[in-house]
């Protein structure tokens, strides 16, 4: 199924760029930028760390900005729709979408013939925000302790199951990489979206949930998810109670994902620019700060460049994390 619709998706972009380079509307330029409603395309579900960081960021900049940014929802293929949908959109700046980790450093590795190529097709603009992986499990689960899971799983090999938001995500690698460290075997089941690994993990139909911290914090806010440990290497200011897993015995151990906003390459320089600054404006601020931080992510604002050569060198690490997991789909 993924393939036929990959093959379709191709097709489209194919007969998509014919028709920008006959039809498509000159760029922006900054001094008028932006003329009319920007979209921003948010290539998940509602409910999601995604999801919810770019509703903040649509509503924010409209705020401090006076701009009208539309969060639209394209989910489908772990992200990478979404962003086949902005490649194929003129490069104007009318058309951005929200990235991350998952769908542009990690999906490129899965997805065998996506018809782009990320570090080629898109245009980094600005780097949002960052949050550790979290390791959790319902408030009524036995497991009070990362050291509970690891003793549990050594007892009893491949026993203890945990809920991602799919197979070959950031989340799911991070899972993949801790039971490398603990020595242990767990049983992945992945779902489509962080909100559904979310239910079955409060529900108890999993043991375990591996998540970003915004999708989960609600939760651990109300009382029904137990946080076990994050996945950075220092401790989340969303969640300072929360031990690392390097905290837990496992040195070193540090897998964090990012999110960002990114353009159709060719993109005028300018308008990249001028969205940055808007950004890095808006990032700088203290309301904004604390509001990313409510969703347990951390703002961080980098330059244009900065937020070229991180997502560049991600790109190229991330690809033997990938081919070690053994992660595929097919």
């Known amino acids: 199924m993924i393939r036929n619709l990959v093959s379709f998706t191709a097709l489209a972009l194919a007969l998509g760029t014919a028709a920008h380079a006959q039809s498509a509307p000159a760029a922006a330029g900054s001094g008028d930028y932006p003329a009319k409603p920007i979209r921003m395309v948010v290539p998940f579900p509602p409910g999601g760390g995604t999801d919810i960081l770019a509703r903040l960021v649509a509503t924010k900049l409209g705020e401090s900005a006076k701009w009208t940014v539309v969060a639209d929802n394209r989910p489908g293929a772990g992200g990478t729709l979404g962003i086949t949908e902005t490649v194929r959109a003129a490069p104007t700046g009318y058309e951005l979408v929200m990235g991350q980790k998952d769908n542009l450093v990690i999906g490129p590795w899965l ?25 959790a499990t319902s408030a009524n689960s036995r497991f009070k302790t990362l050291a509970d899971v690891v003793a549990a799983a050594k007892a009893t090999p491949g026993t203890i199951t945990y809920g991602s938001p799919g197979n070959g995500t950031s989340i799911h690698l991070a ?14 089941v992945p779902y489509k979206g962080s ?46 109670e929360v031990p690392t897993v390097a905290e837990a015995g496992y040195a070193g151990f540090d897998v964090s994902t990012w999110y960002g906003l990114f353009a159709p390459a060719g993109t005028p320089a300018a308008v ?40 560049r060198n991600d790109y190229a690490k991330w690809k033997g994390i990938v081919e070690a997991s053994g992660a595929k789909i097919e």
Do not use: C
């Open 111 to 135: 997805y065998k013939n996506l018809p782009w190529e990320p570090t080629r097709d898109l245009t980094p603009i600005a780097h949002i925000a960052y949050t550790p992986v979290l390791i």
């Open 175 to 188: 899972g993949d990489l801790f039971e490398k460290a603990a020595g242990v075997k767990l049983v992945h």
């Open 195 to 240: 909100n559904p690994a979310l239910m079955d993990a409060l529900s108890g139909n999993v043991d375990l949930l591996v998540s970003s911290v915004p999708s989960a914090i609600g939760q651990i806010k109300s009382g029904k998810l137990r946080p076990l440990a994050v996945t950075s290497a220092r401790r989340s200011s969303s969640l300072p």
């Open 272 to 311: 990249v620019t001028r969205v940055n600054a808007e950004v890095n404006k808006l990032l700088a601020t203290p309301e904004m700060k604390a509001a990313i931080q409510a969703q347990g992510a951390e703002a961080e604002a980098l330059s244009v460049s900065q937020f070229n050569t991180l997502f």
